[in-house]
């Protein structure tokens, strides 16, 4: 796996490269997610999801599935699963 800080190939971060970002193996059996999210999150506070919220102006509530009803048609959060 890449280091977080390390650059990748294209020139950004890679952990934020869509391209050479590795999502995890192994997942927890509860993730959590918002009605508007796009990605699962490994707990119900993370920096990544409250930051679009706020930026949003409005707060989405965050309700806790088991993984594997999300990691097919979700991805995982960056910042939760670097």
């Known amino acids: 796996m890449v280091e977080v800080t390390q650059e990748c190939r294209h020139g950004v971060v890679a952990a934020a490269c ?4 590795t999502p995890p193996t192994e997942l927890p059996l509860i993730v959590y997610i918002s009605a508007s999210g796009r990605a699962f999150h490994a707990s119900l506070n993370c920096p990544t999801e409250r930051l679009t919220s706020e930026r949003l102006g409005d707060v989405f509530p965050v309700h806790p599935v088991v993984s594997t009803q ?3 048609r979700l991805a995982p959060c960056h910042a939760c699963f670097p």
């Open 18 to 21: 869509a391209s050479c970002w």
């Open 70 to 72: 999300v990691q097919d």
